[in-house]
């Protein structure tokens, strides 16, 4: 790892290690380490490679919760997911807004696409599409710009689910459209 390592601020020895841990896993995916270290440095965010250490699912934060918008706060955003029992790491793009689950390496490969109508798609390295992901640096927990709800955890090499994170998902689309069904008004003939 270079010198361009991002600060792991004034946390103790075994938080420290486990975030350093998640550094060094993370940068695995970096075209070029020294510069994924620079520009967590300068920007918070590096540009990594999806589909060598994990896949993402990108979901929009409206597919979570039909009033979920740019200004909701992580807060809520970490409390639905605890409602829908979604365990892993996970970081948001408040501006687009999306949320990332990242899940095992390969799983864009099975993903289904049924899902892909409300903007849910699984990125990774199948080819002939390789995907490269903005990620935001560990510490990063709020906004502005983009941070972990979740960040990952190395040590447990834990990821998201990928089979439950679909079944949610299907779940709160399925409840969407029937909500909206309920409140379109209705045409008499």
């Known amino acids: 790892m270079s010198d361009a390592t991002p600060p792991v601020h004034a946390l103790s020895g075994r938080d420290r290690a486990r975030r350093l841990a998640a550094y060094h896993w993370l940068l695995e995916s970096a075209p070029h380490r020294d510069t994924a270290g620079m520009e967590w440095t300068r920007y918070g965010v590096a540009l990594l490679t999806a589909g060598i250490r994990w896949d993402v699912v990108r979901v929009p934060y409206e597919v979570l919760h039909p009033s979920f918008a740019r200004d909701t706060a992580p807060r809520d955003l970490t409390q639905r997911l605890g409602e829908l029992g979604v365990i892993g790491p996970v970081f948001c793009d408040p501006y687009r807004p999306f949320a990332y689950f990242m899940v095992p390496p390969r799983t864009d490969q099975q993903w289904p696409r049924d899902l892909a109508a409300a903007g849910v798609e699984c990125l990774g390295g199948t080819r002939p599409y390789v995907y490269h992901v903005g990620v935001p640096q560990v510490e990063r927990a709020a906004p502005p710009g983009l941070f972990w709800l979740a960040p990952p955890d190395e040590a ?27 409140d379109a008004p209705q045409v008499i003939a």
Request: aromatic share 4%; charged share 20%.
């Open 156 to 182: 447990k090499r834990q990821y998201v689910n990928p089979e439950h994170l679909h079944q949610v998902l299907h779940a709160c689309v399925h409840q969407s459209t029937e909500q909206e069904q309920a």
